[in-house]
């Protein structure tokens, strides 16, 4: 957490996908990804926040096309997590004691990650597991702080923590065993997402431009959009290795679909920007549309 965009640092500190966005590190792009995306063909299903309720993030979606993600509470101002069912049932959910609640993640068996601030000082983070109404917290070892992404069908769960005060590394948890997932000489590594075959994806940075990532079996490769002027953040990947995420800017993300190399843009039609949130093993992308600055939908999405 070093250098960030004033304006997001001051709006919302834990706000960890608007925040990943604004953490960033200048390398090379892949040489491979070097050429101009193309638009894919989407079909839209949009989605309305429940009534009462604002969209502060749409985030993951399951096999079952379930979509988790948080939630503006209107009146209050509190950020709560949420499902939303295939059908269109949405569930709210502010885990004990918590300022605010995230959802990032959720697999087949209905197993959802996320991670929540405490509503007391120091307001430290706090990762967890949530099934039902059974809860599960994941802190990571000696950490003051832990973020947890995501958690695939096998039960392997991926987040982050703050290895020191200057310093965010990556991990996977598999069985209680945590794994450090950490870009060499990265000041912060965000591990995001993980499918069933173990591939991590997510975001590394340092100084002035963010760079997404694969990570298999260890070994980091670098997937960065071309020429995007804040750099990349790769927001999850499914078990046929297509990824999603987002391309930066100053103050908006554009969405995208990476695979085979080919990025593809994901763009709905009148909206000021698209941004991707997830991609189950069904190919169904999930995210947000922002219509203005204050007007948004939820959606799933077909591309081709």
Known sequence: MLTVRTKVLVEDLMNLPRFVAAIVVT???????????????????????????????????????????????????????????????????????????????????????????DNVNPENVHGFLLQGSQFTAVNHPKATNTWLF?????????????????????????????????????????????????????????????NGFLWQSGTFTTINYPHASYGTVLAAVNNSGVIVGNRLTADKDFGFIYENGVFKNIVYSGAKFTMAGGINNNGLISGQIYLTASNTLGYTAVCK
């Not at 193309?38 to 096999?63: H, I, K, L, M, R």
């Open 27 to 117: 390398l090379f792009l892949v040489s491979s990804v070097m050429h101009a995306a193309e638009q894919a063909s989407c079909t839209f299903d949009t989605f309305s926040a429940p009534s009462g309720y604002s969209f502060s993030q749409v985030n993951g979606v399951s096999d079952d096309g379930t979509v988790v993600g948080q939630l503006i509470d209107n009146s209050t101002r509190q950020y709560v997590a949420f499902t939303r069912s295939a059908s269109g049932v949405f569930t709210e959910y502010a885990a004990p004691k918590s300022s605010s609640t995230w959802l990032s993640g959720r697999n087949g068996s209905g197993v959802n990650a996320g991670y929540y601030q």
């Open 150 to 210: 995501d958690v695939n069908q096998l039960g392997a769960s991926v987040g982050s923590f703050s290895a020191s005060a200057s310093q965010i590394k990556g991990f996977m948890l598999v069985n209680g065993n945590y794994t450090t997932v950490a870009y060499p000489d990265a000041q912060s590594t965000y591990a995001l997402a993980i499918n069933d075959n173990g591939d991590v994806v997510g975001t590394y940075a340092s100084t002035a431009v963010s």
